[in-house]
Structures are given as C-alpha cells and as structure tokens.
C-alpha cells in the first residue's frame, strides 16, 4: 500500500505494479490496516476525515466524524487543516482505532472505525 498521492495505491507484486484505489480523490495523510483482516483498511484525510474500506481498497465509505469538534485549534488555512496525519488499530481489540490530529488532539473510535469521538483536543501535547 502506497500513500504519498492523493489517493491510495495498492501492489500486489511486491511492487513491480501499481494500481490506484478506489478512495475518494483528496490528500491521504495515513493509513492503517485492522490487525486480523487486511481487507478492513482505515484513511486519514483533511479536514479531519476517515474513511474506511473493507474489500481491500475497492469501495470506500466516509465514517462518522460529526462528534469531533477541536475548538482550541487555530490553523493558518481553516478549515483544511486538521489532517488526520495517523491511525492505528489496538491489536489486542480491533475494535478501538485511534487517529492523531495534526495540531494536537485524537479521535478514538470503539466500533471499529465506524463513529468516531473526540479523545483529547491539544492544542499541543507534551512527550
């Protein structure tokens, strides 16, 4: 999986080839795959958007991000800022997915990545 385009590319001969995915075309800052099932792949996008396939990249659909809310961040650009710039599935519980928020924050999700929470919202946050 390649992810340094606006959308996702996928190889399946150790690189030789690439095809692009079928994700909606915007920047993709990160992806993560559930720890059981390589189908279930999560996207991160701006402004803090995640989408989510579970046919291994064939068919996308926007998860529910509408209780996200970051009041205490202030970007240069609004509203495109705000990228989900990280995912990550706990593989003892696939069902909790977690995304970094680019100025400080994440968002959890405990249905594995279908609704998404507000976890902490920065603005920054110490080592």
């Known amino acids: 999986m390649l992810e340094l385009t606006e959308v996702p590319f996928r190889s399946d001969?150790?690189?030789?080839h690439w095809e692009a995915l079928g994700a909606p075309e915007a920047d993709v800052w990160s992806m993560a795959f559930h720890p059981n099932n390589p189908d279930v792949i999560y996207a991160g996008y701006e402004p803090c958007a995640v989408y989510k396939t579970i046919d291994g990249g064939s068919n996308?659909?926007?998860t529910d991000t509408s209780k996200v809310n970051y009041p205490h961040i202030t970007?240069?650009?609004?509203?495109l800022a705000k990228r989900v710039i990280g995912i990550a599935s706990d593989p003892s519980n696939p069902n909790d997915v977690y995304g970094a928020i680019e100025v400080g924050g994440l968002i959890?999700?405990?249905?594995?990545?279908?609704s998404w929470e507000q976890l902490l919202d920065g603005p920054y946050l110490r080592k």
Do not use: L, V
């Open 13 to 16: 001969d150790r690189g030789d």
């Open 108 to 114: 959890g999700s405990h249905d594995e990545g279908e």
């Open 60 to 62: 996308w659909s926007k």
């Open 75 to 79: 970007t240069y650009m609004p509203p």
